[in-house]
């Protein structure tokens, strides 16, 4: 049995999780070589069994960065916020694309989360915008539409991504860190 918790502590272990059965407990936010360590561990038969626990990451070589979530949807945009900053991003939201711009020629962002269907300037203008004054932030699509020739479009305008909603927080986190460590 495995645990990946947001609240695993050592105190958890004195506290006998490993005698209820667990056999390896993966503290989160965690980096994925730690879970394929884990997996490559557990299923290898020459390895005495032992209960395990990885501490959660949070050293320099962790992925953080500056997010900017642009969504119409307050929820959706609060939701990745939350998300974001418990993975160690520094997150914050705009709620349509013209505030999305400003934002961005204000402030220096490592990655943009572009809703494309939003009120008055949609996230494949603001996408063209950006590349249009030189701003190479990393853009990642997440839609509701899950529409290929969309995705065709946004990848066309220069996006590094394309999500559909409703989001995963785990592939939300491996895509953002897949893209700034390309950066």
């Known amino acids: 049995v495995f645990i990946m918790s947001g609240f695993a502590t050592y105190q958890m272990v ?3 999780i490993f005698n209820l059965g667990v056999s390896y407990c993966l503290a989160k936010p965690f980096k994925w070589p730690d879970l394929m360590h884990l997996l490559h561990w557990a299923i290898d038969e ?3 069994k032992r209960p395990m626990m990885l501490e959660p990451v949070h050293s320099s070589t962790s992925m953080s960065g500056r997010v900017l979530v642009v969504d ?3 929820d959706v945009a609060m939701s990745l916020l939350e998300v974001l900053s ?3 991003y520094h997150a914050e939201a705009a709620f349509n694309g013209q505030e999305a711009l400003l934002k961005l020629a204000s402030k220096s962002f ?3 989360l572009l809703d494309i269907f939003m009120p008055d300037l949609d996230g494949l203008e603001v996408l063209r915008q950006m590349r249009a004054r030189g701003d190479q932030t990393k ?3 997440l839609t509701a539409l899950n529409d290929e ?3 065709e479009k946004a990848m066309a305008l220069g996006a590094d991504d394309f999500l559909t909603k409703p989001y995963d927080a785990v592939q939300v986190h491996l895509r953002l860190e897949y893209a700034l460590a390309g950066s």
């Open 14 to 16: 004195r506290d006998g």
């Open 46 to 48: 020459q390895q005495p």
């Open 72 to 74: 119409d949807d307050t």
């Open 86 to 88: 418990e993975q160690g």
């Open 110 to 112: 490592d990655a943009v």
């Open 139 to 141: 853009v990642l699509f």
């Open 149 to 151: 020739g969309i995705a």
